[in-house]
Nanobody, 127 residues
Framework: QVQLVESGGGMVTPGGSLRLSCEAS????????IAWFRQAPGKERREGVSCINRSDGTTYYLDSVKGRFTISRDNAKNTVYLQMDSLKPEDTAVYYC???????????????????WGQGTRVTVSS
């Protein structure tokens, strides 16, 4: 099972940018669909933000982040990135990356579909 470690979180003002990284050890990320989830303060549910598929590199984005967030992968570095631009206060959350070797992301991503999880990295957007 792949082990995932997130980094890159922090505090930014509205309109700012951050790039989150999800680095894997163990099996190659190239053979996994990788998604980013977030859990906002006080919310119990993790929300699927974006996903990138293993075979064709196709992507999924939550409507509220389309045009602002970009997911990408660097298989040589065994890392998936989430570039977040034009950040808003409502993007404040703990962001988690998750992976699964058997999943193909379509029009939604659900936490129960993923077998491996990182520990999370906190993103705070505040003036």
């Amino acid at each position: 099972q792949v082990q995932l470690v997130e980094s890159g979180g922090g505090m930014v003002t509205p309109g700012g940018s951050l790039r989150l990284s999800c680095e894997a050890s163990g099996p190659s990320l190239a053979y996994h669909a990788i998604a980013w989830f977030r859990q906002a303060p006080g919310k119990e549910r993790r929300e699927g933000v974006s996903c990138i598929n293993r075979s064709d590199g196709t992507t999924y984005y939550l409507d509220s982040v389309k045009g602002r967030f970009t997911i990408s992968r660097d298989n040589a570095k065994n890392t998936v990135y989430l570039q977040m631009d034009s950040l808003k206060p409502e993007d404040t959350a703990v962001y988690y990356c998750a992976g699964d070797p058997d999943l193909y992301c379509l029009d939604n991503v659900l936490p129960g579909d993923f077998s491996s999880w990182g520990q999370g990295t906190r993103v705070t957007v505040s003036s």
